[in-house]
Each structure stands twice: as C-alpha cells, then as structure tokens.
C-alpha cells in the first residue's frame, strides 16, 4: 500500500522560511510526477509546483522565484524550499505523486494528507 506523507509545515514570519518534505512509502515501481498542492480555506485547491522524472519543473506564477522544488528519485522524496514566504502562502500543502506499483499497470495518482503552513506576524 502506497503512503505520502508530508512534514515540515509550521508558523512562520512573513519573508521567512520553510522546507517541506514527502515521503512515498510502500511498493513503488516508478514515479513519473511528484507535485505540491495547497488549499487555503475557501479556496480551490491549487498546483504550486510539479517535477517530472527528467527534472523538468513547474511553478505558478504566485511562486515562481521564491519556492524551488526538487526531488531525490533513490529514496522516492520530493522537497518544497519556500522562501519569502508571504500571508498568502498561508493553507495546507498536500504532496502529490502519479506513480506505479508494477511495471504492467498504469501510473496512478496518491495525495498525502497535508500539512499546515501559516504565515504571521
């Protein structure tokens, strides 16, 4: 059985800064995407960034020069460095993987269960 499991969210000053991590955990072939996703209350959720196995990146435009993401393929691992973080960053961050299990079935998307990110003074 696949997990997700995410870790690093927390309070944080505007302008500061903070890492997230996501673990995928459990019978995993290969992982073609890994993503970061956040939720703010009363919102939609949101792509914030994606990485494919080529290490080719997208960001939203919200984003784009203040968060990086990378990923480490030998331990099926995903990072989210955000930097100048702003109140508006403020939600849940949900990773995101389309994996397989088996070579033979099709890749399959797994959402972890989030973690809160707040931005405050």
């Known amino acids: 059985q696949v997990q997700l499991v995410e870790s690093g969210g927390g309070l944080v000053q505007p302008g500061g800064s903070l890492r997230l991590s996501c673990a995928a955990s459990?019978?995993?072939?290969?992982?073609?995407?890994m993503a970061w996703y956040r939720q703010a209350p009363g919102n939609q959720r949101e792509l914030v960034a994606r990485?494919?196995?080529?290490?080719?990146?997208f960001y939203t435009d919200s984003v784009k020069g203040r968060f990086t993401i990378s990923r480490a393929n030998s331990q099926n691992m995903v990072y989210l460095q955000m930097n100048s973080l702003k109140p508006e960053d403020t939600a849940v961050y949900y990773c995101?993987?389309?994996?397989?299990?088996?070579?033979?079935?099709?890749?399959?998307?797994?959402w972890g269960q989030g973690t809160q990110v707040t931005v405050s003074s």
């Open positions: 459990g019978t995993i072939f290969n992982i073609p995407t």
């Open positions: 995101y993987a389309i994996l397989q299990i088996q070579s033979t079935l099709a890749p399959k998307p797994y």
């Open positions: 990485v494919v196995s080529d290490d080719i990146t």
